[in-house]
Structures are given as structure tokens and as C-alpha cells.
T-cell receptor
Framework: DAMVIQNPRYQVTQFGKPVTLSCSQT?????MYWYQQKSSQAPKLLFH???????NEADTPDNFQSRRPNTSFCFLDIRSPGLGDAAMYLC???????????FGPGTRLTVT | AQSVAQPEDQVNVAEGNPLTVKCTYS??????LFWYVQYPNRGLQFLLK??????LVKGSYGFEAEFNKSQTSFHLKKPSALVSDSALYFC?????????????FGGGTRVLVKP
């Protein structure tokens, strides 16, 4: 029944070593989002896709990139992780017509 | 610009007592408001939303919220709290006019329900 799936749930990477986080959805939603959440703070939107249209937030560092090869999958690439990038990364989806977002369980990234 | 404020970092309540989590908002135009709950090491779960219509909105797990336009508030309530309601709660408002139904979140309120 899982609708928004994130893999892996826990990821450890080394400082400066590229890492990719994965999100997939079975909802066939048009919109997919990536958020960064630190220490139980509010989620911070990094970017979102509306279908194939990529929308980057103005304050998202260049170190963060995303790919959406098809409707179901979306990837977050961190090119050179720093210690400050350690966080929970949340993927979410939206139909584009209704307003609520549906979140995956998150991937907790540790940078050593 | 839109904003959401959750004035309490933490709310403590005894099991069986009423629970209220406060939220105020600032947005141009009609607000679309949401509540989400987050359990430890999990993603956010949608509880309820206000788009239009009745000011009292009922949602999942016995939660409800009251939209008050004059006070620009959207407080979350539950008549009788359970220990399992202990979690982090986020209020959010849709960003007006933004493509993709983007949300602005409040800072979160931690709820601790004691047996």
C-alpha cells in the first residue's frame, strides 16, 4: 500500500562523496517535491517538478540537483555533501489539482 | 509574502484532556490551510485542510481545526488526547499563485501526551 517510497531510509556518505537519494510514487501524481528537514525544524523546499518542468527554489545550493526520468521516479543528487547537509530528506507528491501533499517516510542522511 | 506562526514550541497535556495546537497565518487572498503530523523518523502525514466552506474542519484520527478569518487562526483540536498523539505537528499555508501547490510551513509544535 505504500504510496510514496523513499530509498534508502538511512544513508551514510563521506564528506565530498556524491550521493543519490531515490523517491518513487504509485499515485501517478503530476507534482513531486524534495524537502530538507533539520532537527525537527520545518521542512525546507529545495525544488519541485510539475510533470517535467523543474522548479528550483532561489536559495537552494547548486550542490543539490534533481532528476525526474518519468512520472513515478524522482532523484535527489548531492554532488559534494558537506557536514551541513546532514538532514532528513523528504519527498512528497501532489496531484496538481487538489492541494494536500503526500509525503514519503524520508531518508536520513549522515555525512562523516 | 505568506507566513505561518506556531507560537508554542511544545504543548503538554494529560491523556484524556482536550488538546489544542495553535496556528496563525498571514497570506494575501483566501488562505488554503493544512495540518500535518510527524512521528519520529517518519515523513509528514496529512491530517486535514481548509479550502472553503464550513469553518470547522474534521480530519483524521479524531482531529479537527477551526478556521477563524477575523483572528487569522487555524487551531488544531482534539477533544480527548491519546498518548499515541505525541508527535510533531506542522501547520502550513499554500503559497498563493505559485505553480505546483507549494506550501509554507510553520516551525512546528511538539505535543507530549502524558499517561
Amino acid at each position: 500500500d505504500a504510496m510514496v517510497i523513499q530509498n534508502p531510509r538511512y544513508q551514510v556518505t563521506q564528506f565530498g562523496k556524491p550521493v543519490t537519494l531515490s523517491c518513487s510514487q504509485t499515485l501517478n501524481h503530476n507534482v513531486m517535491y524534495w524537502y530538507q528537514q533539520k532537527s525537527s525544524q520545518a521542512p525546507k523546499l529545495l525544488f519541485h517538478y510539475y510533470d517535467k518542468d523543474f522548479n528550483n527554489e532561489a536559495d537552494t545550493p547548486d550542490n543539490f540537483q534533481s532528476r525526474r526520468p518519468n512520472t513515478s521516479f524522482c532523484f535527489l543528487d548531492i554532488r559534494s555533501p558537506g557536514l551541513g547537509d546532514a538532514a532528513m530528506y523528504l519527498c512528497a507528491t501532489n496531484t496538481g489539482k487538489s492541494y494536500e501533499q503526500y509525503f514519503g517516510p524520508g531518508t536520513r542522511l549522515t555525512v562523516t | 509574502a505568506q507566513s505561518v506562526a506556531q507560537p508554542e514550541d511544545q504543548v503538554n497535556v494529560a491523556e484524556g484532556n482536550p488538546l489544542t495546537v495553535k496556528c496563525t497565518y498571514s497570506v494575501s487572498g483566501n488562505p488554503y490551510l493544512f495540518w500535518y503530523v510527524q512521528y519520529p523518523n517518519r515523513g509528514l502525514q496529512f491530517l486535514l485542510k481548509y479550502i472553503t466552506g464550513d469553518n470547522l474542519v474534521k480530519g483524521s484520527y479524531g482531529f479537527e481545526a477551526e478556521f477563524n478569518k477575523s483572528q487569522t487562526s487555524f487551531h488544531l483540536k482534539k477533544p480527548s488526547a491519546l498518548v499515541s498523539d505525541s508527535a510533531l505537528y506542522f501547520c502550513a499555508v499554500r503559497v498563493p499563485g505559485a505553480a505546483g501547490n507549494k506550501l509554507t510551513f510553520g516551525g512546528g509544535t511538539r505535543v507530549l501526551v502524558k499517561p
